[in-house]
C-alpha cells in the first residue's frame, strides 16, 4: 500500500510569509508525528496525534508553529511570518496505533526554504 | 535530560572491512533504542530496534547499559550500505516520540 505523504516536497518562501505542509498517513494510522531536521543535525520532534487530538506539543518552538488534524487523518503544520531559522527539512511519521510499541514510518519530508 | 549522541559525522571504510557506528545514550530508566537509515533519495526507514535483538542486511546493535551504548556493527560492508544512519531513543512519554542522534555518514569505498 501506499506510504506516507508529503506535499509539497520543497517549498521556497519569502520571509514573512505563512506556509502549509501537509502530511498523509498511511491510512488505519491513529498517530501522526512532525519532526524538524536542521542541516547536518538528527530530526527533533515537534508534536504527535493520536487521532485528531494534539496530545503532545512540546517539541513546537514557538507560537509561530501550529498544526492539526481535524479527522484524525491528513495533518496540516502551519508556520506563520516565517523566519530565516525555520529553513530545514519538516518530516511527518505515522504509526498505527502509536506509543511505546509501534514502528514509525516517515514519509519523505517537506524541503523549506525561507529567503 | 534524555539525549542521543553520535560521536562521528562520518565513517569512511572500504568494502568488505567491518563497521561500527557509535551510540552513546542519556536516559534514566529502561530505553529502547533504534537504528535508522536514510539512503540516498529515499525517506527515513527504521533498520532495527533493540528490542527484536534481529539481525537486518548484516547489521546488529547490542544494547550495553553499563555503557549506555547501542553501537551498530557490520562485518563485512557493502557498497550499498553507503547511507546517512541515526540511532533514536524512545523518550519517556506514552506518545512515543523520538529523540534523534545527529546522524553518521557511512561511506563504503570500492
Known amino acids: 500500500g501506499a506510504g506516507v505523504s508529503q506535499s509539497p516536497r520543497y517549498k521556497v518562501t519569502k520571509r514573512g510569509q505563512d506556509v502549509a505542509l501537509r502530511c498523509d498517513p498511511i491510512?488505519?494510522?491513529?498517530?501522526l508525528y512532525w519532526y524538524r531536521q536542521a542541516l547536518g543535525q538528527g530530526p527533533e520532534f515537534l508534536t504527535y496525534?493520536?487521532?485528531?487530538?494534539?496530545?503532545?506539543k512540546s517539541g513546537l518552538p514557538n507560537d509561530r508553529f501550529s498544526a492539526e488534524r481535524p479527522e484524525g487523518s491528513i495533518s496540516t503544520l502551519t508556520i506563520q511570518r516565517t523566519e530565516q531559522r525555520d529553513s530545514a527539512m519538516y518530516r511527518c511519521?505515522?504509526?498505527?496505533?502509536?506509543?511505546?510499541?509501534?514502528?514509525?514510518?516517515f514519509g519523505p519530508g517537506t524541503r523549506l526554504t525561507v529567503l | 535530560a534524555q539525549r542521543v549522541t553520535q560521536p562521528e559525522k562520518l565513517l569512511s571504510v572500504f568494502k568488505g572491512a567491518p563497521v561500527e557506528l557509535k551510540c552513546n545514550y542519556s536516559y534514566s530508566g529502561s530505553p529502547e533504542l533504534f537504528w535508522y537509515v536514510q539512503y540516498s533519495r529515499q525517506r527515513l526507514q527504521l533498520l532495527l530496534r533493540h528490542i527484536s535483538r534481529e539481525s537486518i542486511k548484516g547489521f546488529t546493535a547490542d544494547l550495553n547499559k553499563g555503557e549506555t551504548s547501542f553501537h551498530l556493527k557490520k562485518p563485512f560492508a557493502q557498497e550499498e550500505d553507503s547511507a546517512m544512519y541515526y540511532c533514536a531513543l524512545r523518550g519517556p512519554s506514552n506518545t512515543g516520540k523520538l529523540i534523534f542522534g545527529q546522524g553518521t555518514t557511512l561511506q563504503v569505498k570500492p
Open positions: 496525534f493520536n487521532y485528531e487530538a494534539q496530545q503532545d
Open positions: 511519521a505515522s504509526s498505527l496505533r502509536g506509543g511505546k510499541t509501534d514502528t514509525q514510518y
Open positions: 491510512s488505519g494510522h491513529v498517530s
